[in-house]
């Protein structure tokens, strides 16, 4: 019970830096529900958020065990590696769009995952100071965005729910 203990009391601090893992998750799926919030339901987005939030943090605690327990890193490596995860359909519409090379997903998908495991090999050897001032920095900036598109999704959803309560009413 004590090596447990022992356990869960060095594993808490790490706990703090899956923040941002779990926001770099989480924002896309309120940006676009903010566009869309007419056409889909809460309840769709709510199972988005679990299961984008799952992946983060699996993500997160598998980058934890080769750089041996450093949060910070963990927590960078994990926010490169969503940016990745969650830009690959952008940046390929972009290429396909610019027409300077023949785009196709077998051609274009491996150099992406290869730049992505590049970039996040890079970051894993950043310093420790370096990682806690960028995490701070992205965990301060995705609150921001998230809390910026909570604000146009709050009164979408408050008149969404008048009007069926009027509905029901009528």
């Not at 327990?69 to 995860?85: E, K, M, N, P, Y």
């Not at 920095?137 to 969404?160: H, Q, Y």
Request: glycine share 6%; proline share 4%; aromatic share 14%.
């Amino acid at each position: 019970m004590s090596r447990f203990l022992t356990t869960l009391k060095r594993s808490i601090p790490c706990l703090k830096y899956a923040i941002l893992p779990v926001l770099t998750a989480i924002y896309p799926v309120f940006f676009h529900y903010g566009n869309n919030v007419n056409f889909v339901s809460f309840s769709s987005v709510l199972r988005l958020i679990a299961l984008f939030s799952g992946i983060a943090l699996g993500i997160y605690l598998l980058s934890l065990i080769p750089l041996k327990g450093r949060g910070a890193q963990a927590a960078i490596v994990t926010f490169v590696f969503l940016l990745f995860f969650h830009t690959y359909g952008l940046a390929f519409n972009g290429l396909r769009n610019w027409d300077v090379i023949r785009v196709e997903q077998y051609s274009v998908l491996p150099v992406y995952v290869l730049l992505g495991i590049y970039a996040t090999w890079w970051v894993g050897h950043i310093s420790d100071k370096l990682s806690k001032q960028l995490w701070t920095g992205a965990s301060i900036v995705l609150t921001v965005l998230i809390v910026f598109n909570l604000s146009r999704i709050v009164p979408d959803e408050i008149r969404k729910a008048s009007a069926s309560s009027q509905n029901a009413i009528d």
